[in-house]
Each structure stands twice: as structure tokens, then as C-alpha cells.
């Protein structure tokens, strides 16, 4: 599949870690996924069913955890925001296998609408930067306004429109070339 990106660079970005007050006025701290298996299951077992979108995050605890331990794989970059000793939010960067990596963002309903997404998103697309991705894309379902209008507030822009959702990507590098 040929994806179309953006002629633009988006950004900047800096990677994690990073440590902001979000919009409630609660201390956040945005790092690299470096190890919590146990406590990201069950953020992920918190998870309002009504915001998952395109079957994820998966429901049940073991496929939760089968579907995190394939995306804490060496090859995805994740980074985990967190309050406290609380992770409040996960976001991460799947290679596609044709040069680019697919975005995935994930917020605990009572820390969205606070600022942690865009932080969580900047950070990655700074770690993913560092890591020398050059090209990231994303489907959002189109009537998620609250998504749409994060992605575009952080540089992506709408490259195809299907019937349910929305394809968006960014270019993060002035290189055509991805890590391999």
C-alpha cells in the first residue's frame, strides 16, 4: 500500500522523559516504557469500554496481556504517562512493515481532556524521532472530534477518508527513509 505523508516536517518534538502539570493541576510524568507488565494490565483493565475504538485495547486480561507483550516488543517505541505510581496513558509506535509506524494512543477516561494526550503524544513522536522514524500515519474513527482535533494540533494531517474513519500521518524527518 502506498500511504501519501505531509511534505511538512511536524514538530518539534522532544522525547521523554518529560514532567508537566496537566490541565487538573496533577504532577505527570511521561517516560520511555522501561518495565510495569502488571501495572499497564491494569490500566488497560480500567479502560472504559466505550473508549475503545477499532477492537482495542482487547477487554479480557489475557489478551490484554498477549496484545502488550507483543507491543512492548523491542521493535514498537512506547511511552507511558503516569501520575503518581499510576500509569494514566500509553502511547505507542507499531512498525507496519513498509518503512513507517502505525500510532496508537490510549488515555484513562478521567485523565482525558486534560492535556495528557498531546504531552503523551509529543514525547512519542520525539522518541520516535530519536529513534529514526521518519514516517508516522493513524486511523481515527471520524466522529471522534476530541482525537481528530489532538492529531492535528501535533502535526498530522488527513491523507484519506474512508466511510467510518479517518486516515491521518506525519513526517517527522526530512529523510523519504525510515529505520529498517
Not at 518539534?12 to 487538573?24: A, K, L, M
Not at 500510532?103 to 485523565?111: N, W
Not at 503524544?121 to 521518519?134: H, M, P, Q, T, V
Request: aromatic letters at 8%; one cysteine or more; proline letters at 7%.
Amino acid at each position: 500500500m502506498t500511504r501519501e505523508y505531509p511534505e511538512e516536517i511536524a514538530g518539534p518534538y522532544d522525547p521523554p522523559p518529560r514532567e508537566f502539570e496537566d490541565q487538573e493541576g496533577r504532577r505527570i510524568t511521561v517516560r520511555r516504557y522501561d518495565d510495569g507488565l502488571e501495572t499497564l494490565v491494569e490500566m488497560y483493565r480500567e479502560f472504559n469500554p466505550e473508549d475503545r475504538a477499532q477492537g482495542i485495547p482487547p477487554a479480557k486480561e489475557p489478551q490484554i496481556r498477549t496484545w502488550l507483550e507483543e507491543l512492548l516488543s523491542a521493535d514498537c517505541v512506547n511511552v507511558v504517562a503516569w501520575h503518581e505510581d499510576r500509569p494514566t496513558g500509553h502511547a505507542i509506535l507499531v512498525p507496519d512493515g513498509e518503512g513507517a509506524s502505525e500510532l496508537a494512543i490510549f488515555v484513562l477516561r478521567e485523565y482525558q481532556g486534560a492535556g495528557i494526550g498531546t504531552e503523551l503524544l509529543e514525547s512519542l513522536l520525539g522518541a520516535g524521532r530519536k529513534e529514526g522514524i521518519g514516517h508516522v500515519w493513524l486511523t481515527v474513527e471520524r466522529w471522534n472530534s476530541p482525537a481528530v482535533a489532538l492529531y492535528q494540533k501535533v502535526g498530522f494531517v488527513s491523507t484519506e477518508n474512508g466511510n467510518f474513519e479517518l486516515e491521518m500521518a506525519a513526517r517527522l524527518t526530512d529523510s523519504d527513509d525510515d529505520r529498517s
